[in-house]
């Protein structure tokens, strides 16, 4: 069964460092989305992306986050200059057109 | 703005019971789906369930069943027959319906145990 892939599982950073997060959406499907959960909170959307452009952010995604898709296959997200609260769990997900299908997270630690 | 709110933080099943998990929303919008994802300690999300709002009938997934009473803006997860595999996190989520790709806004989770 074809699967949403995030690399690194695991990610630990220096504050203020940039780390980039990756992932690789179902071949297949045209949209592609970050979202993250802190501990203990609910998930929260931050940007949905389509056609190679940003289709819709949220109040989080401010100008310390980016996305790309470089080379038609992987789908990052970039945090520059990380701080201890940008400590969470990072999901990529990614649909056709209506069900959202979501990776196994990456999990950032920022110390 | 859409809010979603799961009223339930924990809750606990036995084995083989039936089990009901509430959610509630709130939206302007007529055109919308609901879903229920479910995340077990890994952290993955699974999808377990969606609901479209403009059809009448129920979703069913083999044990789980959602009730959906639009009037309301209540949206419940059924789980029958629990299984030690269904000890998760639950959370509903709303997604417009107006274009695709739209964003997931989930509540804040129910924590479900399942206990032999």
């Known amino acids: 069964e074809p699967e949403v892939t995030q690399t690194p599982s695991h990610q630990v950073t220096q504050m203020g460092q940039e780390v980039i997060l990756r992932c690789v959406p179902i071949s297949n499907h045209l949209y592609f989305y970050w979202y993250r959960q802190i501990l203990g909170q609910k998930v929260e959307f931050l940007v949905s992306f389509y056609n190679n452009e940003i289709s819709e952010k949220s109040e989080i995604f401010d100008d310390q986050f980016s996305v790309e898709r470089p080379d038609g296959s992987n789908f990052t997200l970039k945090i520059r200059s990380t701080k201890l609260e940008d400590s969470a769990m990072y999901f990529c997900?990614?649909?056709?057109?209506?069900?959202?299908?979501f990776g196994q997270g990456t999990r950032l630690t920022v110390v | 703005a859409q809010t979603v709110t799961q009223s339930q933080p924990e809750m606990s099943v036995q084995e083989a019971e039936t089990v009901t998990l509430s959610c509630t929303y709130d939206?302007?919008?007529?055109?919308?789906?609901l879903f229920w994802y479910k995340q077990p300690p890994s952290r993955q999300m699974i999808l377990v369930i969606r609901?479209?709002?403009?059809?009448?009938q129920n979703a069913t997934e083999n044990r789980f069943s959602v009730n959906f009473q639009k009037a309301a803006k209540s949206f419940s997860l059924k789980i029958s027959d629990s299984q030690l595999g269904d000890t998760a996190m639950y959370f509903c989520?709303?997604?417009?319906?107006?274009?695709?790709?739209?964003?997931?806004?989930f509540g804040e989770g129910t924590q479900l145990t399942v206990n032999p």
């Open positions: 997900a990614s649909s056709e057109i209506l069900l959202a299908f």
């Open positions: 609901q479209e709002a403009y059809k009448q």
């Open positions: 939206t302007s919008e007529s055109n919308y789906y």
């Open positions: 989520a709303f997604m417009k319906g107006v274009t695709s790709g739209s964003r997931l806004t």
